[in-house]
């Protein structure tokens, strides 16, 4: 087996959103591997019918406590929409090819 075609040290955390026993919403999370702190939250999707209800900065916000619970201080995303809900603390720092790198700093960081 290649070692690219290993499974990942630190799989993804996966989260849905339900309304009325149907699924509208999914996000996830995973450790990155630049620092032993550090997180990337991975997928903010929400049903287009459902979207402006709060529902992406509940997943957020979940996740972010989630990501605190297992002593991460760092997280990055990468997104093409850098409209994440106000508050969640997620800064631009680059913009890369219609991209933008957005990081939200939950505590000191540690480069081990």
């Known amino acids: 087996m290649d070692k690219f075609d290993t ?15 149907r699924i509208v919403g999914f996000s996830g999370c995973r450790r990155a591997l630049v620092m032993s ?4 939250m991975i997928w903010n999707n929400v049903h287009f019918d459902f979207q402006r209800r709060g529902i992406g900065r509940l997943m957020i916000e979940y996740r972010l406590e989630q990501i605190k619970k297992k002593g991460g201080t760092i997280v990055f995303t990468m997104t093409k929409l850098p409209q994440l809900p ?3 603390g997620f800064e631009i720092v680059s913009r890369i090819d219609g991209w933008y790198l957005m990081v939200n700093k939950l505590g000191s960081v540690d480069i081990t």
């Open 7 to 21: 499974p990942s040290k630190f799989p993804p955390y996966f989260c849905v959103a339900e309304t009325e026993g």
């Open 86 to 88: 106000g508050g969640s």
């Open 37 to 40: 702190n550090a997180w990337e």
